[in-house]
């Protein structure tokens, strides 16, 4: 048996593969994907980026809730996957997490600090994000008065995700796990701004997600606090009443929108010094929020100055 042959599926960032009955192997790829669309560039490291980044977070919150990571080890995999095949090892190194097989809810969790990206479009539109009204007069990446629970459902492949209300949550998964995912997804939040604010960035926001496992225990999936899942500024340059400068997709999707492209697939060619701008962005966010050097993580899959 090979990965080729437990090959489960695929999503815009991550290759998934079974192993056994209960769990799961998500390798991380270097694609990017913006506006539902997987873009024909490549971002040469990514998918070890955001692995680095979700194992830090996934230590920094392990009291909060539960989460799936087994293992980040090759070595971990059965020998009856990999064959001990040398190149497939060095290429699952830093870009692989062994996790526990969920039912994952059909819910995005997104949590809000500052006014942004759809949030401040809904604002403008009618004064609330999501059905919560805010005050008048509020500007593009101001602080909200405390963060928000702002749930999407997670629309089929090929389809856009689509903002909902909490009690559509609640009919989604029952009132009382709907409950316990805001209050998880709120703390989780507060935990990564936290953080973020000691490295000088800000987290205007960020999407989490869950599964259950067969004993009905909650547990954190996927990906956590990386720069695709989320939105990093720089505290010292933040200015509210204009859009910020940001250390995640947003230096791409600017520049997606200034073509005269349709946002459908394949999508453009991203030219040398987007991929070398999106490429410094991303690691500048790893290193500052976590205080690891990435050479050190590429070198020795270890996350450490």
Known sequence: MSLAEVFDRSGKVRDLYRVGDDRLLL???DRLSAFDVILPTTIPDKG?????FSRFWFAQTADLVGNHLLSADPADLPESLTHRDRALLADLRGRMMLGRLTEVLPVECVVRGYLSGSGWKEYQADGSVCGIRFPA????SDRLPAPIFTPAYKAPAGHHDENITFHQVEEL???TLAEQ???VSLALYRRGAAVCEAAGIILADTKFEFGLLPTGRLLLIDEILTPDSSRFWDAATWEPGRP???YDKQFVRDWLE????DKTAPGPELPEEVVAGTRARYVEAYERITGASFARYLQEDVIAP
């Open 27 to 29: 390798v991380a790829s």
């Open 258 to 261: 200034a073509q005269p492209w």
């Open 181 to 183: 995912v805001r209050a």
């Open 137 to 140: 007069g509020m500007r593009e």
């Open 244 to 246: 910020q400068a940001s």
């Open 173 to 175: 998964v029952g009132d």
């Open 48 to 52: 070890r980026i955001l692995t680095g």
